[in-house]
């Protein structure tokens, strides 16, 4: 385990997954409070063929997990385009990192591109620019450790979106109708 997320409550490993380049990220978690461990990419274009391509994705995203182990696993979901071909290898890109991660039995989250861009800026077409700064920002990152390929800061993001949307306290279901709630709760009802 790498000595950087010994502290934390909770793990949370965020990958941004394509076939030219596969970015990732891990935040730390202690109570509410998120932090940057690590951000990178894997460059995949020296690679030749896209099958040796997938191959380095397994190996580099399962040394990723048995470096910093983390609890959870936030993946970017591969959006509608308009070229089949390339839609195809991204979905099997992120295959391949979700199969590292469940060699682990690491949860894994989905977000679609939108969501994350939503929840870590607030507007779902924000520019890949735009959530890089708002990360800065959130999580106090140094202009120095910002890297230039902004598919660490999208994979940073979609750790950063998960942490949200898990450590938001659900409301418990309340009655949909006052027939429902009557059925519910006959004690409370007041008979003349």
């Not at 030219?20 to 891990?26: K, Q």
């Not at 690491?106 to 800026?121: C, R, W």
């Not at 999208?154 to 659900?170: G, K, N, V």
């Amino acid at each position: 385990m790498d000595e950087r997320v010994r502290n934390y409550e909770k793990v949370i490993m965020g990958i941004d997954p394509g076939t030219n380049v596969l970015g990732y990220g891990v935040l730390g978690v202690n109570g509410k409070q998120p932090e940057m461990v690590v951000m990178g990419v894997v460059e995949l274009s020296k690679f030749e063929s896209h099958y040796k391509r997938l191959h380095r994705i397994f190996e580099r995203v399962t040394g990723l997990v048995e470096q910093f182990l983390p609890d959870e696993l936030a993946i970017e979901a591969p959006f509608y385009g308009k070229n089949v071909q390339s839609m195809l290898k991204l979905g099997r890109a992120q295959g391949v990192a979700m199969a590292a991660a469940l060699c682990r039995d690491i949860p894994i989250f989905e977000y679609a591109p939108l969501s994350i861009k939503q929840a870590v800026t607030g507007r779902g077409s924000a520019s890949k620019e735009q959530v890089a700064n708002m990360l800065r920002h959130i999580l106090k990152i140094r202009e120095e450790d910002m890297p230039s390929l902004l598919d660490a800061t999208d994979a940073l993001a979609a750790a950063l979106a998960h942490h949200y949307a898990s450590s938001r306290p659900q409301m418990p279901k309340g009655p949909t109708s006052w027939e429902q709630f009557l059925r519910q709760n006959p004690d409370r009802i007041i008979r003349k």
